[in-house]
């Protein structure tokens, strides 16, 4: 992947390329390669917060299809650390508890299911999560 494109694109551009990239490795079912692409992406973005993001979504989506399941929950939980943004923050959070769930870490799935609740009582995902942890 780093040879492909390490020549004609600079700065942003490469970001945006390297998630292009990512995108389409993903809608091939090839995971790995799609991971690989989107991290390069994130290593380019930069002051790009909003690209970073969206791959660091990606990569969490591309481990969920692989079955790599903690692995999913990581990625999705490093976007609600890093970047509090709150278009991409429930979700992340949600989506990192599900993982989680599906690894049958149950107690890890409430943790962050409750975090998700207090920081964002009144998202939709929010409101989802209350009804899922009780039965945990």
């Known amino acids: 992947v780093q040879y492909e494109?390490?020549?004609g694109y600079a700065g942003a551009m490469r970001a945006e390329a390297y998630y292009g990239l990512g995108e389409s490795y993903f809608a091939q079912g090839e995971w790995s390669k799609a991971?690989?692409?989107f991290e390069s992406a994130m290593k380019h973005?930069?002051?790009n917060h909003r690209?970073?993001?969206q791959a660091r979504m990606h990569i969490g989506q591309a481990h969920f299809a692989n079955e790599a399941f903690i692995d999913s929950a990581k990625a999705y939980f490093a976007v609600a650390i890093l970047y509090d943004d709150i278009e991409f923050s429930p979700d992340a959070l949600f989506l990192a508890a599900r993982g989680f769930k599906m690894a049958g870490e149950d107690a890890r799935a409430k943790q962050v299911y409750t975090e998700l609740i207090e920081r964002y009582s009144e998202h939709p995902r929010a409101i989802e999560a209350k009804r899922i942890i009780k039965p945990l």
């Open 45 to 47: 973005a930069n002051e």
């Open 51 to 53: 690209l970073a993001t």
């Open 35 to 37: 991971i690989q692409a």
């Open 5 to 7: 494109l390490s020549i």
